[in-house]
């Protein structure tokens, strides 16, 4: 079987370190703060990014990866003697990443497939997880894609934000709907379609009773999936992350969790911080 390259974009949120000790060649998305330009993860870690957020007037940009970006790294793993390439990214309804990564993958010395996983930050990260996991068994690149995608098509993610500030500025959300939920303290859960597409779930008041819903779909989901494998999230939410992981953990249901992971720059300049979340799959 020949050796099969791993690449994944910033926005898996599982960061530079991880992805070298599993090696897997990470792709970084960009923040722009008026003429600055940070890479994310690699200039800018998560903590300094809100940091920076909050006490900055200046609403950040975010920019996708060229095309040549992509193209230098399957040339290096084609070198490297890879002779083929699984290329893992963010919903290409949210971003152009995906395109980048194709066209690139067109001139690519060695075959590139390129897996969409509809789903943003740790959920990606479960994709790329489940790629690495199936790379390290030995199996083929075509197997490679074919487990990822099963995992795809089975992780649900929700999450709630302290503000619809960010989504509002960055033109996810209209005035009108921020400024209500600001004034009447609702909490919009939001999830991901099928089709990678950021929507509303449900609408609750306060962090702590969204907090408290989530969980109750992911005990719903586990009797209707049976065990799930969990990661939960925070965007500088560090009381919130650990009284969402008691809730999670004192619920009845079975489960493997992961704690701690981080929302990163790029898609936290839409969601802003002191926003938590989980995304899950079954496990089997």
Known sequence: MGKVGLVCDSTCDLGPVWCDANDIKMVPLKVLF??????????????QFYDKLVTTKTLPKTS???????????????????????????????????????MAADDASVPVRIVDTKAVSQATGLAVKSAVEARNSGVS???VEARTLKVVSQTRMFFVLDTLEYLVKGGRAG?????????????PILTLT???VVAPFKKVK??????????????????????????????????????FESLVKEADFECEIEVGGWVGSVIGTYGGPNAIGCAYHPIA
């Open 34 to 47: 008026g003429e600055e330009t940070f890479r994310d993860w690699l200039d800018l870690s998560p903590k």
């Open 64 to 102: 996708q990866p060229s095309p040549l970006e992509f193209s230098e790294v399957y040339a290096e793993l084609a070198r490297q003697g890879c002779e083929e390439i699984v290329s893992i990214h963010l919903s290409q309804a949210i971003s152009g990443t995906c395109e980048s990564a194709r």
């Open 175 to 187: 005035k009108a709907q921020g400024l209500a939920a600001s004034l009447l303290n609702i909490k």
């Open 206 to 243: 306060g962090t702590r009773k969204a907090m408290h819903e989530m969980v109750t779909q992911l005990v719903s989901d586990s009797k209707a999936l049976g065990p799930l494998k969990v990661t939960i999230f925070q965007a500088d939410a560090p009381d919130l992350i650990g009284e």
């Open 194 to 196: 099928p089709e990678g």
């Open 141 to 143: 690149g075509e197997e």
